[in-house]
């Protein structure tokens, strides 16, 4: 599964390093004692030792660097809301700007009426009740159209506490 997050480049790279270290390893395991059955001998063996740790500190360097996610995707995961700044009061809610982009959506709502409302975006997300002179925030994530929000407190959204939002 992480393979197919990365892109061709990196796992060129991984390819290419796993591919010297499991050369160095297979040769040193198979082909090495051939010609020379004390291999890697007393002489030797320092010099065996060190290769093999540069070699396995390369291949950690080389996931480290292959395997980190592209800047663009880190982007992408954390984009802006939109923000709506909505003001609520009896018996109306009035919606700043009506149209935005599909996406994340901020509602940043003010209750400026002097009892308790919430904002309700259709499909069931909801504010707290918010209590009169607070604010509260919401955040979705909406598809292309219009969406309905409204005030859910009951009898509210009958007496008007109700207003579309284009979606583009």
């Not at 290769?51 to 396995?56: E, G, I, K, R």
């Not at 009740?129 to 959204?157: E, F, M, Q, W």
Request: aromatic share 6%; charged share 15%; proline share 6%.
């Amino acid at each position: 599964m992480l393979l197919a997050g990365l892109t061709t480049g990196h796992k060129i790279g991984l390819l290419v390093v796993a591919a010297v270290f499991i050369t160095f390893a297979l040769s040193s395991s198979f082909l090495a004692p051939r010609k020379r059955p004390d291999f890697p001998g007393r002489n030797g063996l320092s010099v065996f030792v060190i290769a093999s740790l540069v070699l396995f500190a390369g291949m950690l360097s080389a996931v480290w660097i292959f395997g980190a996610e592209p800047k663009e995707a880190k982007g992408a995961e954390t984009a802006k809301a939109a923000v709506v700044q909505v003001t609520e009061k009896e018996y109306s809610i009035a919606l700043s700007p009506t149209k935005v982009p599909h996406g994340a959506v901020t509602f940043v709502v003010r209750n400026a009426g002097k009892i308790p409302h919430n904002l309700t975006v259709q499909g069931g997300k909801a504010t707290p009740d918010i209590s009169p002179g607070k604010t509260a925030k919401l955040t979705v994530t909406l598809k292309h159209g219009s969406t309905t929000v409204y005030c859910s407190i009951p009898g509210h959204r009958a007496l008007g506490m109700v207003a579309k939002l284009t979606v583009s």
